[in-house]
């Protein structure tokens, strides 16, 4: 490629090229990574590899705990660096993790497994004969046998806090607008995906509403009869937790609304009735609370970190997936180029892991398929 | 949720940027009791440290040692953080000894946000200062990007890098204020509206590769120390295993690959259009400035322990990527590296300082104050410092209390500040011990005898902190009291010791101090001699010996630079009135009397550090002083005195 200066950038090549390092991108280069193939995973913010970013909230993907825990095709690292940082109500399928210590650990482990990291904001995206061709910000420009698209809602992204709008998937990411309009040129047909997210606190207020009820959330880990929290190689800061005062203790405190939801509290959207709504904890270096959407009519008196907001990007073709199953898939959007994750249906935290993992499976097959046939010659 | 209206949020001081200076202004403020809000872009990148992967260094560790003896938390969050810790220049002068300490980025960051989340009064949200409210040359408030409005009288800007911010390689560039995040394009104009003049800088972060794809033994390797203590003068770090840094060389390869691209250099192409660091050059325009040079060093540094990214410094660049490749392996154990985050340079809006007060409020817009990038500085430690002194006077002017000030004889923080203020910056500043004039003062390991009393009096130290330095300082006192009065005399053993440690025999008897100033005599050795000879000089922990060693040694020197403060005090901490009219001294240049009105500088040292003004100058500015009758002041109360 020229750089407009006369010299020569070779595109670098891989097998596949995973564009986003979100929740499904690092489980699907981490995945293919594990299985032996050649994988570079580019990502515009790799200081914040992996993370869940909009909330602690780690709902099912339907079919409850048993389905995430099974994960019969999940690479080893993949899940502890999920729930060794996971606090569970135990019993329930649900869980609250603590987004910055999984995203040290996935960083950790993606590098780990031999995946390729770059730091890098996808700009342009085209056909090649190699497969595809990725350009960035900077110039650089990558091709794959595979491409895989996982940049979650920053494909047309904006978000909007009260009346206004603003662009960016969310506040401070810069929207991936070069790359939604190479793919449109390519003929690439997309739906418009919406989902709220809700305020932090600073600190719990004062008094707690009386229809919250204080509730326990232990390790994950431990519910899976193996790992423990805390096991990192590093001892990590603290927030001023009340009950989960040392990070890897038995249990932290969450907040919890009955359920079903609170008569007449806007607690729902976009949500099924199994998901918890409440106050949870942040993670263990802040002192921050998330409060679920529609609650935070319901929670004054407590300074706001975050304000909540609506979020609007676009998703492949077709309604969203409503089917359990189909929210965890992942799709082939043109030959050789797939998405998983959000960019494909998937709406939480979980269906966009499994999403990732399913995406892995469909392009290992792919390429091995490929090499089977061009071993003979 | 709270209306976006004039009367929605109320602080007592405002922080706009959590970045290391943002993260010290909100802290010191909040400590001394006042209502404060730390708005910053992103809650999820607190204290992030977008470049080197380290605290301190020759000049900048002293910073951070002299913010932690104010109560400032710089000093105790490596403490926590670092991977690698070092004493530099142990074999030269106490002057220029400082520490300097790897940081696992990631953990510095949470051990911040863990502090900042345990601090009372003090809120943190999420938002872009993108307005400031300022009516007849006053701050009334601030408004956020979203809409909503903080009322505060006090605001501390520390923007850092976003101002404006953009993002470059090579004929590339995309508005950011670091890769990735969005820059904050709102508040310069408002700025600007408000008679704040701005300029456009720029500086540069060296390529990211990956640590297992070094090859080590064609390095050299830098390990750690095992030492008793970090930066901080109150906790003793915990022990932790450490990890190397290595060293190698750019070669003549690396050389000819960079003079072969330089006509792609952002720098050449116009690409970049603001200033950039002389004393953190990009390779570029080291191998333009020292065409003799044939290698230049590059430190290869973990950037934390959970993590296999290594920073390569000296290799700083904004070339294009695909060059900075050819860079990398063209240069010894770095062939197969493979890189993870390109090298950028980034450019940014920075307030121009002469425009502030020696306590770093704006001269135009009252109770606007600014520190860290956004003053024209680089570096983590210059930041910091700025924060410190700016949170505290922010926090002092929102109760009407006379601001701090430190002197250039008291601090690195009060040269930093002066050089700003007094002199401007014509590229990104950085500290070095050579800045200051009393250097053998203002050492790294008397920081906590010099500031602790501040720190204290201004509510940012525990009465108790303040005692454990006081009982030290009696402490050497007793100790070269004792040996000041003790006399050896040879009784065979003593010249026989003194002849092994490679120095005089002695003939006459003499004092204990007076062999402790031979550079050969070591105190602990001298303690055992004295005890040897039936002295008992009692037992002493290692903060007393080191100081009571340093002033027998230096002592010549240390005396000297007290009687030049002492001479020069009248003058320089002599203040001048705040509404002194400058325009109307008769006898000066014309070029002085223009700068003095525009600089108003707060004494007399100030003003004569100002380009342009002479000494004869002073003189007559002296002489208008005492007729402008603000005698009764012989020294300033300006500047703060213990
Ligand atoms: C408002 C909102 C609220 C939500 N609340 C919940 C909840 O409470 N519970 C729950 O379980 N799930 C929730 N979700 C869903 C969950 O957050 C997503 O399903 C999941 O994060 C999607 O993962 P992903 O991998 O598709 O994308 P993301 O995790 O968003 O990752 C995208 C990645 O791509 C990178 N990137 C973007 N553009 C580029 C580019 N051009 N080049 C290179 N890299 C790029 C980004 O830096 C990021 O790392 C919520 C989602 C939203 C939008
Ligand atoms: C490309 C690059 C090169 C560098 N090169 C060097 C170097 O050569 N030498 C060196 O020592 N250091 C270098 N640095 C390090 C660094 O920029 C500074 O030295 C140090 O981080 C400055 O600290 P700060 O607190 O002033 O600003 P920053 O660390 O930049 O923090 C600024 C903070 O302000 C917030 N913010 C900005 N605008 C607003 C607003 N309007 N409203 C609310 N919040 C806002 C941001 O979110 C951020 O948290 C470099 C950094 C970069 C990105």
Redesign the interface.
């Known amino acids: 490629m020229e750089d407009g200066s006369g010299a020569k950038a070779h595109a670098s090549h891989s097998s596949v090229l995973v564009v986003g390092g979100g929740v499904s991108g690092t489980a699907c280069a981490g995945t293919l990574a594990s299985r032996g193939l050649d994988v570079r995973l580019l990502s515009g913010a790799l200081d914040s590899l992996g993370v869940a970013e909009y909330s602690p909230c780690f709902l099912p993907a339907g079919a409850g705990e048993e389905r995430l825990l099974l994960g019969s095709k999940e690479p080893a690292g993949l899940g502890r660096a999920w729930f060794e940082n996971m606090w569970a109500l135990p019993g329930a399928s649900w869980g609250v993790v603590d987004r910055r210590r999984v995203s040290i650990r996935l960083k950790e482990w993606v590098e780990e497994i031999g995946v390729e990291l770059r730091q890098g904001l996808a700009t342009t995206i085209a056909r090649v004969p190699q497969g595809w061709l990725v350009g960035t910000a900077f110039g650089e420009s990558f091709t794959a046998e595979v491409a895989v698209l996982s940049v979650g809602l920053s494909l047309g992204g904006h978000h909007l806090i009260g009346e206004r709008e603003f662009p960016g998937a969310r506040i401070g990411e810069v929207p991936s607008e070069g790359l939604l309009q190479a793919l449109k040129a390519h003929g690439a047909v997309f739906d418009t995906g919406e989902e709220r997210v809700g305020p932090r606190l600073w600190r719990l207020p004062d008094s707690i509403p009386p229809f919250l009820r204080r509730v326990q959330l232990r390790p994950a880990g431990t519910l899976r009869g193996g790992a423990k929290p805390g096991t990192s190689r590093l001892a990590f800061g603290r927030g001023p937790r009340t009950a989960g005062d040392q990070y890897g203790a038995e249990y932290l405190e969450a907040w919890l609304a009955p359920t079903p939801p609170l008569a007449g509290a806007d607690v729902a959207v976009g949500q099924t009735s199994e998901c918890p709504v409440g106050l949870f904890p942040d993670g263990a270096a802040t002192g921050e609370w998330y409060v679920s959407p529609g609650l935070e009519q319901q929670v004054v008196g407590a300074p706001l970190s975050r304000r909540g907001y609506v979020v609007r990007g676009l998703v492949f073709g077709g309604e969203q997936a409503q089917d359990t199953q189909e929210r965890c898939a992942t799709r082939e959007v043109m030959e050789g180029l797939w998405a998983t994750g959000w960019l494909a249906g998937a709406g939480h935290t979980s269906a966009s892991l499994l999403s990732g993992i399913a995406c892995a499976d469909a392009v290992e097959r792919v390429i091995r398929q490929r090499d089977g046939r061009r071993a003979p010659r | 949720?709270k209306k976006?209206s004039k009367e929605g949020l109320q602080y007592e001081v405002v922080v706009a940027g959590g970045g290391h200076a943002g993260v010290e202004a909100a802290l010191a403020s909040s400590r001394m009791g006042r209502r404060t809000a730390l708005v910053t872009?992103?809650?999820?990148?607190i204290a992030?440290m977008p470049c080197n992967p380290a605290i301190g260094g020759v000049g900048k560790g002293q910073l951070t040692r002299e913010i932690d003896a104010l109560g400032g938390e710089q000093g105790r969050n490596i403490d926590?953080a670092y991977i690698q810790i070092k004493m530099l220049n142990t074999s030269k002068g106490p002057a220029v000894r400082a520490l300097r300490a790897q940081a696992?980025k990631?953990?510095y960051?949470?051990?911040?946000?863990?502090?900042l989340?345990?601090t009372a009064n003090l809120?943190?949200?999420?938002?872009e200062v993108a307005r400031v409210d300022v009516s007849r040359e006053t701050l009334r408030g601030l408004w956020l990007?979203?809409?909503r409005y903080l009322a505060t009288r006090t605001f501390v800007l520390a923007s850092g890098t976003f101002l404006r911010g953009k993002v470059i390689?090579?004929?590339?560039s995309?508005p950011?204020g670091r890769?990735?995040?969005?820059p904050a394009n709102h508040l310069s104009r408002s700025l600007e509206e408000a008679g704040i003049a701005l300029g456009r800088f720029q500086s540069a972060t060296p390529p990211r590769v990956?640590g297992r794809t070094i090859d080590p033994s064609k390095m050299i390797v830098q390990p750690g120390e095992e030492l008793r203590g970090g930066f901080s003068h109150w906790e003793t770090p915990a022990p932790r295993t450490q990890v190397p840094c290595y060293l190698t060389y750019t070669s003549a390869n690396t050389h000819q690959t960079v003079s072969e691209?330089l006509?792609?250099s952002p720098l050449k192409?116009g690409t970049v259009s603001g200033k950039g660091p002389r004393y953190c050059p990009s390779i570029d325009r080291k191998i333009i400035n020292f065409p003799e040079k044939d290698r230049h060093p590059v430190f290869v540094e973990p950037e934390g322990?959970?993590?296999?990214?290594v920073y390569l410094q000296g290799l700083t660049t904004s070339l294009?990527?695909?060059?900075q490749e050819l860079i990398i392996s063209a240069t010894p154990g770095l062939e197969r590296a493979?890189?993870?985050?390109?090298g950028?340079a980034v450019e940014y809006d920075y307030l121009i300082p002469e425009q502030l007060t020696l306590w770093l409020e704006s001269k135009t817009v009252s109770g606007l104050f600014s520190a860290g990038q956004v003053n024209g500085t680089s570096g983590y430690e210059e930041a910091a410092a700025q924060g410190l002194i700016a949170g505290i006077n922010a926090a002092l002017s929102a109760r009407g209390v006379e601001p701090f000030i430190l002197g250039r004889d008291q601090a690195y923080i009060g040269v930093l500040i002066d050089d700003l203020v007094t002199k401007g910056v014509d590229e990104p500043y950085r500290m070095f011990t050579s800045r200051a004039e009393y250097r053998l003062l203002l050492r790294h390991d008397n920081a906590d005898e010099r500031l602790a009393e501040f720190g204290q009096r201004l509510g940012l130290l525990e009465e108790a902190q303040l005692q454990a330095v006081e009982n030290r300082r009696h402490q050497v006192g007793e100790l070269q009291a004792f040996l000041d009065s003790t006399t050896l005399r040879d009784d065979g053993q003593l010249n026989a010791e003194l002849e092994s440690m490679g120095t005089s025999p002695i003939s006459e008897p003499q004092t204990a101090g007076q062999l402790l100033r031979r550079p050969q005599v070591a105190l602990l050795d001298l303690m055992r001699m004295l005890e040897a000879s039936g002295h008992s000089p009692g037992r002493y922990d290692e903060k007393v010996l080191e100081q009571v060693e340093i002033r027998a040694r230096y002592d010549g020197y240390i005396q000297r630079q007290l009687a030049e403060i002492r001479r020069h005090r009248a003058t320089e901490h002599r203040a001048i009135p705040p509404g002194f009219a400058f325009d109307s001294i008769e006898g000066i240049t014309v070029e002085a009397r223009d700068k003095l009105t525009r600089l108003r500088p707060a004494t007399l040292g100030q003003a004569s550090r100002i380009a342009g003004v002479s000494p004869a100058d002073i003189s007559v500015l002296l002489l208008h002083l005492h007729r402008a009758g603000s005698e009764g002041a012989g020294t300033s109360a300006a500047i703060s005195q213990p």
């Open positions: 949720m976006a872009l992103s809650v999820d990148k992030l926590k696992d990631r953990l960051e949470d051990s911040m946000k863990a502090v989340s345990a809120e943190i949200i999420e938002g990007h979203d809409g390689v090579g004929n590339c995309y950011a890769v990735g995040e969005l990956d691209h006509h792609l192409s322990a959970t993590t296999h990214e294009p990527v695909h060059v493979r890189l993870i985050r390109p950028y």
